[in-house]
C-alpha cells in the first residue's frame, strides 16, 4: 500500500538524520590516527581498526566515569523520589489553609527548575569549599536532589491527582494512618508515574555538566558528562579519534537501556502522561 | 470531621513538604541570595576585596552587546521550541501511524530519535562539530561541496553559525517532544477518529480536528519545559562554537559561563544570572496563565 | 529470574572490581606516613596522550615514589579548560585547601602569589640567574621572593612548507602577497587559529608587541585602545581583514581558538603556511606528516628585529609544612627542574627549556637544528601580562578579531567595542 510505503520512508528517512551523526563519529573512532582527516571523506574506513577503543578503555578512566555516572544517577533518583512522593502527597490531597496557595506552590515548583545550576554553581562551590565538601559525591547527589525533586514533585502532583481519592479514602476509613495510605495503596497505582518520573530525572541527572565540573576536581570522580571534555584535543596532540571512541561508549549505555526499556518507558510515559 | 481547633499533624502540609522545603531553602534561597548580593558588587577573583555598587548591572544591561545577545538567544530559543514541538509532532503521528498498521520498526525509530537527548549535551557539541569541519575532511561538507557549493560555512559565518547551533539543539530535543506527543496520541480514543471519518474528514482534518485539540494540554507542557530547558542551555554550545564567532552564538547563559569561569568577573556574572532568572520566571507567569485558562477551557 | 540474578551479580562484580582496585593517580600506599597533594596539568603528566609525554612522566615519579616509600602522592588534574581550573584553585587557596604542589600555568601565576610558599632557601640566586628573563621575573612574586619554578616554555612563529615557499616572508605584506598567491593556486595560503580561544590572542600579541603596543600599564590597567596601543591594534585588526580579503586565509579560519584546531587541515596537505607553536613541529611528525617545514619569526607590519610570545608551565607550593616543602623540592627537581631533569622533559614534551644552561647545552635535543631555531628566539620572547584583568582582555580581543575576520565589524567598531567595555 502506498500509505505504508510512505511511512516506511518517513521512518529511514527519521533514523537517517538522528543516526547520521552517531554513525560519522562512530565512523572516526574505529580509524587508525592516519586516515583521520583523508580527503575525500569516507564513511567506511579503509583500514579499520579497534585501537581507539583499546585505548580509551585501557589507559584512560571511561569506564570509571561511566560508573561514576550511574551511581548518582541511580542515588539521585532515589532520594529525588522518596522527597518528591511525600512532597506530591501533600499538594494533592491535603488541603492548605490558604487555598491560593497550592496553585503558588506549583509555580514554584516549575520557577525554581528556571534557576540554572549556572547560576548557583559559584556560590555553592564558594560554600561547599569553605565546609570542605568539595570532591564528595554525597554533596553532589544533594545538589542533584534539589534540582529534581521539585520537577519530580511537579510531575508525581499530576500523576496523584488522577488517582481518585476514594481509593486512599477507603484505606483511611479501615483505619490506615496517611502515611499507611500512601505506602500501601498509593503507591503501587502510581508505579507507572514513578517510572516515567524517574526516567525523566535520570536523564536530566545523567546529562548533567556544571554542578560536577565545578564541585568535582579529582577525576577519577567525574562522571561521564564531564570526563569525555578530557578527550577533546588539547594543545599538544590530536585526539579526535580518542573522543569519537569515548562518544560511542558513553553513549551506548544509555542507547541500550532504552532500547531494552523502551516498551515500559514509553507505557509509562503514555499512562501518566495526559492528565500532565 | 475534623475540629476548627488544631488539625492533626499529618493534615498539615507542610510537614510532608518539610524536606523539599529545607532542601530548596538550603541548595537554593541560600546560593540565590547570595548571587543576587554578588550581582551588586563588582567582585572578580577571590583575590581581590569586592565593593558594593551597581556598576554590574549598569555594564550589562542596555550594552548594544547585551542586546545583540538577547537577540540570539531569543531566535535560538523560539527556533529550538518550534522545530523541537513541529518535527515531535511529525515524528510521533510517524510512528502512531505506523503503530496503527501494525508496520514493524517503530520501536527502533522511537529508540533512535531518543539517542540524541540522551546524551549530554557536551557531547553533543563534540559531535556536531565534528561534523561540521568545513575543511573538507569534514563529511557535510564534503556533501556540500559535490552540491555544487564552493566554500561550504558552517561555523564560520555569524548567521550559518546560529542556525547550525539552533539545528543541533533542536536534534538535541526533539526526542522529549516527539515521547510526550506520542504518549498523548496514543491515548485519543479511536472513536473520535472513526466519528471524524464517519463525517467525511481526510488526514489533515483529522489531526486538525481531532489530534490537535487533544494535545494541547500536552503542547503547552512541552512548550514551557523545552522553553525552560532551552534558555539554560550552554553547555552544548560550548564546544561546538564557543560563542563565535565574535558573539554570533553566545547565548546569555554561555555569557554567564564565560564570565564567571573565563573572566572571573564574578559581579557581572551574578548581574546577567539574576537578569536571566527574571526573563525566565516572566516566561513562566505567562505560560502558568496559559495553563490555568487551559483547565478552565 | 537467572537472567537477572546473573545481571545484578555481574553489577556487584564491576563495581567491587572498580571500588577494589587501588586509585591509578596514586603513588605509594595508603600506609607511607607523608601525604602530598598533587595537581598535575594533564597535557605534562601520565594522563597525556602523546606517548613520548606518558612514558617520561609515568617512569620518573614511579621510579621516584619506589625511592621514597614513606611518601604517598595523591594526584588529581586539571580540567582542559584552563580558565576554569585556575578558577577553582584560585577558590581553592583562598579557602586554604590548595594542594600542596600545583602545576600552575604561567600567565596566572600572578593570582596566586599571596598563596605560595617562597622557595628562595631551595635555589640561590645563581640557580634562579640560570633561567631565562622573563620567567625569572615571573617566578618572583612582587615582594621579591621566588614563588614558583617555570620549568619549560614555547614559542610561537610562522611555518612554511620548504617546498612551496623558498623565501619566508618578514613582513605583512610580503605574507599576504605570498600567501593570496599560494591561495590561487589551490591552497591554503596562510592558516591561523582566529576564533574564540587564548590561542588565538597569544598567536598574535607579537605583531601586537612589535609596535610597542602594550595592552596593560604598570599597575595592570588595560591600555590597548588609548594612544599608540590603539594604533598598533588597529593595524593588527586592518591585518586580518586583509589575509581574508586578499584570499591569503580562509574564513573558517574563525573556527580555531586554538593551534591544535589547525591539525587537521595541516596534515591533509595543503597548507602553505601557519601561525603556530613550537610544540607543533614534533607533533606533526609523530601525527605522520611527511612535508619539510621550515619555522621564521612572526612576520610583522615593519621589517624589525623578532618578537614572539612564550607561555609554559610552573611549578608551585602551597604547603607551609617544611618537611613537605624538602621532599616535594626533590620530586620536581628530579622531574623537571634540574638542568638534567629540564633537558630530558622538554625532549619528551617537545617545548623549550627555561634553564640558559640547558638551552645552551650539547643534548640532542637542543642542538637539532629546528629546536635550535626556536631556542634562539627565546631572547625575543614575552610573556603575557599577570594582570589580573588579562583573561578579560583576551576575551573582548578575541570577539574583535573573530568579529573582524567575518567582517561583523571594522576593526575601528571592534576595538570600539573591547575597549568600551574595558577602559578604566
Known amino acids: ?178 502515611l499507611q495510605s500512601l505506602l500501601r495503596v498509593l503507591l503501587p497505582v502510581m508505579l507507572p508515574g514513578l517510572a516515567s518520573t524517574a526516567i525523566l530525572l535520570a536523564i536530566s541527572t545523567w546529562g548533567q555538566f556544571i554542578v560536577p565540573f565545578v564541585l568535582l576536581t579529582r577525576d577519577d570522580l567525574y562522571p561521564v558528562s564531564v570526563g569525555i571534555l578530557d578527550y577533546q584535543s588539547s594543545s599538544d596532540s590530536v585526539s579526535t579519534h580518542l573522543l569519537a571512541a569515548a562518544a560511542i561508549l558513553s553513549a551506548l549505555p544509555a542507547m541500550l537501556t532504552f532500547l531494552v526499556l523502551q516498551r515500559f518507558i514509553v507505557g509509562a510515559l503514555t499512562a501518566g502522561a495526559v492528565k500532565g | 470531621m475534623i475540629a476548627a481547633g488544631r488539625r492533626p499533624l499529618e493534615d498539615r502540609p507542610f510537614l510532608w513538604l518539610a524536606p523539599l522545603l529545607l532542601l530548596l531553602a538550603v541548595l537554593y534561597l541560600y546560593p540565590l541570595v547570595d548571587v543576587t548580593r554578588l550581582s551588586l558588587t563588582d567582585a572578580t577573583d577571590a583575590a581581590t576585596p569586592a565593593h558594593y555598587t551597581f556598576a554590574s548591572y549598569r555594564s550589562v544591561i542596555g550594552s548594544a552587546e547585551f542586546l545583540a545577545m538577547t537577540r540570539v538567544t531569543v531566535v535560538f530559543v523560539a527556533a529550538s521550541i518550534a ?54 575532511a569534514g563529511i557535510v561538507a564534503y556533501a556540500a561541496s559535490l552540491m555544487g557549493a564552493r566554500n561550504p560555512t558552517f561555523l564560520s559565518a555569524p548567521v550559518p553559525a546560529l542556525f547550525w547551533v539552533t539545528i543541533a539543539n533542536i536534534w538535541r530535543g526533539t526526542a522529549f517532544s516527539m515521547i ?118 | 529470574m537467572t537472567r537477572r540474578r546473573i545481571v545484578l551479580a555481574s553489577i556487584g562484580a564491576i563495581a567491587f572490581a572498580v571500588n577494589g582496585s587501588a586509585r591509578a593517580d596514586q603513588y605509594g600506599s595508603d600506609s607511607a606516613p607523608i ?45 582542559t579548560d584552563i580558565n576554569a581550573s585556575m578558577t577553582r584553585m584560585q577558590e581553592q587557596a583562598a579557602a586554604g585547601r590548595a594542594p600542596d604542589l600545583a602545576m600552575l600555568d604561567s600567565f596566572f601565576l600572578s593570582r596566586f602569589y599571596q598563596y605560595l610558599q617562597p622557595l628562595d632557601r631551595y635555589y640561590g640566586p645563581d640557580q634562579v640567574n640560570d633561567f631565562v628573563t622573563f620567567a625569572r621575573n615571573g617566578m618572583r612574586g612582587p615582594d621579591g621572593k621566588l614563588k614558583a619554578l617555570w620549568v619549560n616554555t614555547d614559542v610561537r612563529v610562522l611555518y612554511y612548507r620548504k617546498d612551496l615557499v623558498s623565501n619566508p616572508p618578514k613582513t605583512w605584506d610580503e605574507l599576504i602577497a605570498q600567501a593570496a598567491e599560494l591561495s590561487k593556486r589551490g591552497l591554503t595560503g596562510y592558516l591561523y587559529p582566529g576564533g574564540r580561544g587564548e590561542g588565538t590572542v597569544m598567536e598574535h600579541l607579537p605583531m601586537f608587541w612589535a609596535q610597542g603596543g602594550e595592552l596593560v600599564d604598570a599597575s595592570g590597567k588595560p591600555v590597548f585602545g588609548d594612544g599608540k596601543n590603539r594604533v598598533a591594534m588597529l593595524n593588527l585588526l586592518g591585518f586580518l581583514k586583509r589575509t581574508i580579503d586578499s584570499g591569503a586565509s580562509p574564513n573558517r579560519v574563525v573556527n580555531y581558538g586554538f593551534e591544535a584546531g589547525l591539525y587537521p587541515e595541516i596534515l591533509r596537505g595543503n597548507v602553505a603556511m601557519f601561525l603556530g607553536g613550537n610544540w607543533m613541529a614534533k607533533q606533526l611528525r609523530e601525527l605522520g606528516d611527511k612535508n619539510d617545514w621550515g619555522v621564521a619569526p612572526i612576520p610583522l607590519m615593519v621589517p624589525g628585529d623578532p618578537v614572539t610570545a612564550a607561555g609554559g608551565w610552573t611549578y608551585a607550593v602551597f604547603t607551609p609544612d617544611a618537611k613537605k616543602q624538602d621532599i616535594i623540592i626533590d620530586l620536581i627537581n628530579s622531574l623537571v627542574a634540574s638542568p638534567a631533569a629540564m633537558t630530558a622533559s622538554t625532549a619528551a614534551i617537545g617545548n623549550l627549556p627555561t634553564r640558559i644552561s640547558v638551552a645552551q647545552g650539547d643534548s640532542a635535543y637542543v642542538t637539532d637544528p629546528t629546536v635550535h631555531d626556536f631556542l634562539a628566539l627565546l631572547r625575543y620572547a614575552r610573556a603575557r601580562p599577570g594582570a589580573a584583568v588579562y583573561p578579560s582582555i583576551s576575551t573582548e580581543l578575541q570577539v574583535a578579531m573573530s568579529d573582524v575576520i567575518t567582517g561583523q565589524q571594522t576593526p575601528e567598531a571592534a576595538l570600539d567595542q573591547a575597549w568600551h567595555k574595558l577602559a578604566p
Open chain 3, 35 to 79: 601525604h602530598i597533594t598533587w595537581q598535575m596539568q594533564p597535557t605534562q603528566s601520565p594522563k597525556s596522550s602523546v606517548p613520548t609525554v606518558k612514558d617520561y612522566y609515568q617512569s620518573h615519579i614511579e621510579a621516584w615514589a619506589k625511592a621514597h616509600p614513606d611518601v604517598m602522592l595523591d594526584v588529581s588534574f586539571n580540567s
Open chain 2, 83 to 136: 522545530g523541537q514541538l513541529v518535527f515531535g509532532m511529525l515524528i510521533a503521528a510517524l510512528v502512531c501511524e505506523g503503530e496503527r498498521r501494525h508496520l514493524p520498526g517503530a520501536a527502533i525509530v522511537r529508540a533512535i530519535v531518543l539517542v540524541g537527548w540522551v546524551l549530554p549535551g557536551v557531547v553533543i557539541g563534540i559531535i556536531w562539530k565534528l561534523l561540521l569541519d568545513e575543511s573538507g
Open chain 2, 180 to 297: 510526550m506527543q506520542y504518549a498523548g496520541m496514543k491515548t485519543v480514543p479511536p472513536e473520535l477518529y472513526e466519528a471524524a471519518i464517519v463525517d467525511g474528514a481526510g488526514i489533515l482534518q483529522q489531526f486538525r480536528y481531532v489530534t490537535l485539540p487533544s494535545l494541547r494540554g500536552i503542547l503547552l507542557i512541552n512548550l514551557v519545559l523545552i522553553t525552560i530547558a532551552t534558555l539554560n542551555t550552554f553547555d552544548m554550545v560550548l564546544p561546538l562554537t564557543g560563542g563565535g564567532p565574535g558573539r554570533a552564538t553566545e547565548v546569555i547563559a554561555l555569557y554567564i559561563y564565560h564570565l564567571v569561569f573565563s573572566e572571573f568577573q564574578f559581579g557581572r556574572g551574578a548581574a546577567v544570572a539574576v537578569v536571566l532568572m527574571a526573563i525566565g520566571l516572566a516566561l513562566s507567569a505567562c505560560y502558568a496563565r496559559m495553563l490555568q485558562r487551559g483547565r478552565t477551557a
Open chain 1, 1 to 178: 500500500m502506498a500509505a505504508s510505503a510512505a511511512i516506511y520512508a518517513g521512518y529511514i528517512v527519521v533514523g537517517l538524520i538522528f543516526l547520521f551523526p552517531l554513525l560519522w563519529v562512530a565512523s572516526l573512532s574505529l580509524r587508525p590516527m592516519a586516515e583521520l582527516f583523508v580527503f575525500p571523506p569516507r564513511l567506511v574506513p579503509q583500514h579499520p581498526t579497534l585501537a581507539a577503543y583499546h585505548d580509551v578503555l585501557s589507559g584512560s578512566p571511561l569506564a570509571r566515569y561511566l560508573l561514576n555516572s550511574v551511581k548518582l544517577v541511580s542515588a539521585t533518583v532515589l532520594c529525588a523520589l522518596a522527597i518528591a512522593v511525600p512532597s506530591a502527597y501533600a499538594l494533592s490531597r491535603l488541603r492548605f489553609r490558604r487555598p491560593g496557595l497550592k496553585p503558588l506552590v506549583m509555580l514554584g515548583m516549575l520557577a525554581v527548575q528556571l534557576i540554572s545550576p549556572l547560576v548557583t554553581a559559584l556560590p555553592l562551590y564558594r560554600w561547599f569549599s569553605t565546609l570542605g565538601l568539595i570532591n564528595s559525591h554525597a554533596a553532589v547527589i544533594l545538589v542533584y536532589v534539589a534540582l529534581s525533586a521539585p520537577f519530580a514533585t511537579w510531575m508525581l502532583t499530576g500523576f496523584l491527582d488522577t488517582v481518585p481519592v476514594a481509593l486512599d479514602e477507603a484505606a483511611r476509613i479501615d483505619g490506615c494512618t496517611r
